[in-house]
């Protein structure tokens, strides 16, 4: 009986879908205002139908209905409720009906909030999101159905989910992150292909552009960083990011989202580069179907692969048409966009920001060489081989070392021609503060080049992000303190929320800025100093490594309703420190191979991490490592999350917060605006 | 109604993309050469831009090229150093007691030795193909399977429910499976008739592939 409902409403999605991308193409064609209301009201049909489909799924899921394969395939008497409730996106046919779900979310919240703008180009904005809505509800209705029936007799139980994702709490979040960021880039490719079909791309659709391009942008990387945590949390070989292909397809969209966002500031500052902009912008979300692909088609091995389908060839020959349609588009179309502005001055911001993007798209092509290289080497010559992390640190570390020497220069040159006076006076400071940054990691003991380089240059970095951040208060400070107000470093502090508030956007940006320096310098430093022990203990036995006392106390066996887990009780003293620690093995019945369940302890400067290899009750062998800095990639990750959050605040809700006589007349407007 | 649709997604996806090479490369060389042609007459009319056009075919066209051709290949098939040695040699007790069999003793005719356990999901799917060609093969072929980590008891009722007929072996220590280097369970060792290692299956066997590798091996 679910199964039922839930194909219908799948199948009402689909006709939507269809119907919708269908009419908002031809009210596109012909301004029709009539196709153009019938177009929205099929977007909203389409999402209402997602959401329905997810309900009759997880309701089926929670009153385990087995009857429901889907159900019987991961669903499981034994399992927590919240993991029944995470079993909706752990296996193929799931996490494609809940694609569908956020698909509809976004589809409807962009219809709702963009659809009385930009009449022209609007339609075909909804026409495009639709037709890949079109897509997924038919790979629904056909090769991934989840609501299938279940083969008779309908089973008692099931063997629940990929053990692999009932081991952290953060797989309830690492997934469904990653979609919001992977299918959010639909948005902004349906924005972008209205303004290659209608020929003009203007502020009025560049602001929802960059808006729905940041806020996937914004997940995505949340949702990249949470993977590589959970990674270091549970996979137990201590590191958080093996440019594994999956994880690369993560990746690939990211860096042409990012370049995008800073492409998009040019046209909307100097009316330059807008075919460019929209190039990104469709190749972000091409290479999200990319990725998709690679997740589901079997033909990559990774610890993401779901198990071996068919809808490998499905996904292809949808990549293949989206590739088509977008070059020909583009081609077609692209000289229309070209505005009256061009970048003139070597030496100004605009041209920082199209080094940055030359910069991106390497990196973009080098990862992508990388990941689809093995294939190519099988294809033709029949080797098995994997590009592993030589290759890509190679390749990838002197690109994202530029990228962030970048970050600082930009924001300190000025948009258009700079005088060689005010271009020293910008940049000289910050690169002291590059310099000494530099040294004192030397100092401090730091030998390998790439890492005190990449140090220096996010000391560099940081003092630009940080003095263009705090910009407008010391400009408003100083306007105050004119006007007669508190001067002196009170007056600063006093006049900081408004100011930070007053231009939001901006502050956000360069709070994001500060959360990626922080990253890389925990990914530069981790990387580089991590030292690590493989130790054999028998019970009772204690071993030094570095400067701790690791003693091996007991092993205990706990029968969970699900698992079984294997626990190592082990002291860890540090002069007069003492810790207990219990890293842990899992083993599902599902799966022979136990799972890991390391123990990191984490504190500001470094994380001890130690992991079980084997455990008996009278010895067990760990991996401990001792990880510098590693949580200042969290931190990182959530300041940028924070900074982008910030950025997508409406200006009318900052509105009531800012409003003061005192800041209307200040120059604040005039910094954030230079 | 999905039915139909489940029918036509199934003909997309079987016969609409041709995923051996040839096949691949064919299809991409004609639509390359179309979009390429139909962009230097679309470019005469000045409408096109072709660094674009020829750009993105140049980026697409491999790729996409790539991809397909990855289908030829199952990225989980990891190729076992051991094929074309001496299969190691193991004496086993079966799991229900009996006389151990010493792998070195079973000479002259093929064997397949199949590493799998009660616990192992794959394992029932592939158990009636194993015991079907085991029986078809009566005579010609030495089955036996080697029991991964479990206990007599519950492979005793695992057989009971799944049906037997050839020897399942105790692996205590898991010595063979460390000798074979076996990744996971199930995998599938052949051995021909002079006690060498022709072939490894990764994974669930199935019928056709299975007897495309013995049959060259069994005396007719």
Same mark, same amino acid.
């Given at each position: 009986m679910l199964g039922q409902t839930g194909q219908f409403f799948v199948l009402l999605g689909l006709a939507a879908a269809a119907a919708g991308a269908v009419t908002g193409f031809g009210a596109g064609a012909t301004r029709s205002a009539t196709g153009w209301l019938w177009a929205r009201r099929f977007a909203y049909l389409f999402s209402f139908s997602m959401l329905m489909a997810n309900v009759v799924m997880v309701y089926a899921l929670l009153t385990h209905d087995f009857s429901v394969r889907y159900v019987a395939q991961v669903g499981s008497l034994a399992s927590p409720a919240y993991i029944t409730f995470v079993s909706l996106w752990s296996s193929l046919e799931g996490s494609i009906l809940f694609w569908g779900f956020i698909l509809g979310g976004y589809v409807a919240a962009a219809t709702w909030l963009n659809?009385?703008?930009?009449?022209?180009?609007?339609?075909?904005?909804?026409?495009?999101?639709?037709?890949?809505?079109?897509?997924?509800?038919?790979?629904? =209705?056909?090769?991934?159905?989840?609501? %299938?029936?279940?083969?008779?007799?309908?089973?008692?139980?099931?063997?629940?989910?990929?053990?692999?994702?009932?081991?952290?709490?953060?797989?309830?979040?690492?997934?469904?992150?990653?979609?919001?960021?992977?299918?959010?880039?639909?948005?902004?490719?349906?924005?972008?292909?209205?303004?290659?079909?209608?020929?003009?791309?203007?502020?009025?659709?560049?602001?929802?552009?960059?808006r729905w391009l940041l806020v996937s942008w914004g997940f995505l990387t949340v949702g990249i960083t949470l993977g590589g945590w959970w990674a270091y949390e549970v996979l137990g070989w201590g590191g958080y990011w093996a440019w594994d292909p999956v994880e690369n397809a993560s990746l690939l969209p990211w860096l042409t989202a990012t370049a995008a966002l800073h492409a998009a500031l040019l046209p909307h500052r100097r009316g330059a580069l807008k075919g460019w902009t929209v190039t990104l912008v469709l190749a972000s979300f091409l290479l999200t179907v990319l990725g998709t692909f690679?997740?589901?088609?079997?033909?990559?091995?990774?610890?993401?692969?779901?198990?071996?389908?068919?809808?490998?060839?499905?996904?292809?020959?949808?990549?293949?048409?989206?590739?088509?349609?977008?070059?020909?588009?583009?081609?077609?179309?692209?000289? *229309?966009?070209?505005?009256?502005?061009?970048?003139?001055?070597?030496?100004?911001?605009?041209?920082?920001?199209?080094?940055?993007?030359?910069?991106?798209?390497?990196?973009?092509?080098?990862?992508?060489?990388?990941?689809?290289?093995?294939?190519?080497?099988?294809?033709?010559?029949?080797?098995?081989?994997?590009?592993?992390?030589?290759?890509?640190?190679?390749?990838?570390?002197?690109?994202?070392?530029?990228? %962030?020497? %970048?970050?600082?220069?930009?924001?300190?040159?000025?948009?258009?021609?700079?005088?060689?006076?005010?271009?020293?006076?910008?940049v000289v400071p910050p690169l002291v503060v590059g310099l000494v940054t530099a040294g004192l990691v030397v100092a401090f003991g730091f030998r390998e080049p790439w890492s005190v380089l990449a140090l220096g240059c996010a000391g560099f970095a940081g003092a630009v992000t940080l003095r263009e951040m705090f910009a407008p208060v010391t400009a408003q400070a100083r306007a105050s303190a004119a006007a007669g107000g508190a001067g002196g470093v009170g007056g600063w502090f006093a006049v900081m929320p408004r100011a930070l508030a007053a231009s939001h956007r901006r502050t956000g940006g360069y709070i994001v800025h500060a959360g990626i320096i922080a990253m890389i310098v925990g990914i530069a430093t981790?990387?580089?100093?991590?030292?690590?022990?493989?130790?054999?203990?028998?019970?009772?036995?204690? *071993?030094?490594?570095?400067?701790?006392?690791?003693?091996?106390?007991?092993?205990?066996?706990?029968?969970?309703?699900?698992?079984?887990?294997?626990?190592?009780?082990?002291?860890?003293?540090?002069?007069?420190?003492?810790?207990?620690?219990?890293?842990? %093995? =899992?083993?599902?019945?599902?799966?022979?191979?136990?799972?890991?369940?390391?123990?990191?302890?984490?504190?500001?400067?470094?994380?001890?991490?130690?992991?079980v290899l084997s455990l008996d009750p009278e010895a067990v062998a760990v991996h401990i490592f001792q990880k510098p800095l590693v949580v200042w990639i969290w931190l990182g990750c959530a300041i940028a999350g924070l900074g982008t959050t910030l950025s997508l605040v409406p200006a009318r809700m900052m509105r009531g917060f800012v409003a003061s006589p005192a800041v209307a007349a200040s120059p604040v407007a005039e910094v954030a605006g230079k | 109604m999905s039915d139909f649709l489940a029918r036509i997604a199934a003909a997309v996806t079987s016969a609409g993309l041709p995923v051996d090479a040839s096949g691949a490369a064919w299809v991409l060389g004609w639509t390359v050469g179309v979009i390429g042609l139909s962009g230097l007459g679309l470019s005469l009319r000045g409408k096109?831009?072709?660094?674009?056009?020829?750009?993105?075919?140049?980026?697409?066209?491999?790729?996409?090229?790539?991809?397909?051709?990855?289908?030829?290949?199952?990225?989980?098939?990891?190729?076992?150093?051991?094929?074309?040695?001496?299969?190691?040699?193991?004496?086993?007790?079966?799991?229900?007691?009996?006389?151990?069999?010493?792998?070195?003793?079973?000479?002259?005719?093929?064997?397949?030795?199949?590493?799998?356990?009660?616990?192992?999901?794959?394992?029932?799917?592939?158990h009636p193909v194993l015991v079907a060609v085991a029986r078809r093969l009566a005579g010609k072929a030495n089955f036996f399977g080697v029991v991964y980590q479990d206990e007599p008891v519950k492979i005793a009722a695992?057989?009971?429910?799944?049906?037997?007929?050839?020897?399942?072996?105790?692996?205590?220590?898991?010595?063979?499976?460390?000798?074979?280097?076996?990744?996971?369970?199930?995998?599938?060792?052949?051995?021909?008739?002079?006690?060498?290692?022709?072939?490894?299956?990764?994974?669930?066997?199935?019928?056709?592939?299975?007897?495309?590798q013995l049959s060259p091996m069994v005396t007719p």
């Open positions: 659809g009385e703008e930009n009449p022209s180009t609007m339609p075909w904005a909804v026409g495009t999101w639709l037709a890949v809505a079109t897509f997924f509800c038919f790979l629904l =209705a056909g090769p991934a159905n989840a609501f %299938l029936p279940a083969p008779v007799p309908v089973p008692l139980d099931g063997p629940g989910p990929n053990p692999l994702l009932q081991n952290h709490i953060l797989m309830v979040v690492h997934p469904p992150t990653l979609y919001l960021g992977y299918v959010g880039m639909t948005i902004p490719f349906g924005i972008g292909v209205g303004a290659l079909f209608a020929g003009r791309l203007e502020a009025s659709q560049l602001v929802p552009l960059r690679m997740t589901r088609s079997g033909v990559f091995n990774s610890v993401h692969s779901f198990s071996q389908s068919d809808i490998g060839p499905t996904i292809l020959v949808f990549l293949a048409i989206a590739l088509v349609f977008s070059v020909v588009l583009l081609a077609l179309r692209i000289d *229309k966009l070209e505005g009256e502005g061009a970048v003139t001055s070597p030496v100004s911001r605009e041209s920082a920001f199209l080094l940055n993007n030359l910069l991106f798209v390497a990196l973009t092509f080098t990862v992508l060489v990388g990941t689809t290289f093995p294939l190519l080497a099988e294809a033709f010559k029949g080797v098995k081989l994997s590009v592993g992390e030589p290759y890509f640190n190679r390749m990838a570390v002197p690109i994202g070392v530029a990228i %962030l020497f %970048l970050m600082g220069v930009g924001p300190a040159l000025p948009w258009g021609q700079a005088s060689g006076e005010r271009v020293r006076s910008q981790s990387s580089a100093y991590s030292v690590d022990a493989e130790l054999r203990l028998a019970k009772g036995e204690c *071993k030094p490594f570095e400067d701790y006392d690791v003693c091996f106390l007991e092993a205990r066996f706990v029968k969970e309703s699900h698992r079984t887990m294997s626990i190592a009780d082990m002291r860890v003293t540090r002069g007069s420190d003492v810790d207990l620690v219990s890293p842990a %093995l =899992a083993t599902y019945p599902r799966m022979g191979t136990p799972i890991g369940s390391p123990d990191v302890r984490t504190t500001p400067g470094y994380d001890l991490y130690v992991s | 096109v831009n072709l660094g674009v056009w020829f750009g993105g075919i140049a980026v697409v066209a491999p790729l996409v090229l790539v991809l397909a051709l990855g289908f030829q290949n199952d990225p989980h098939q990891i190729d076992s150093p051991l094929v074309g040695k001496p299969a190691p040699d193991f004496n086993l007790t079966p799991f229900d007691g009996g006389a151990p069999v010493r792998l070195s003793e079973q000479r002259g005719k093929p064997a397949v030795i199949n590493f799998w356990a009660t616990w192992c999901v794959p394992c029932k799917t592939e695992w057989l009971g429910k799944m049906g037997g007929g050839y020897p399942q072996l105790l692996d205590v220590g898991s010595k063979a499976a460390i000798a074979y280097g076996v990744y996971g369970v199930p995998e599938t060792y052949i051995v021909d008739s002079n006690g060498v290692i022709t072939y490894k299956f990764t994974g669930p066997v199935d019928a056709a592939s299975l007897l495309q």
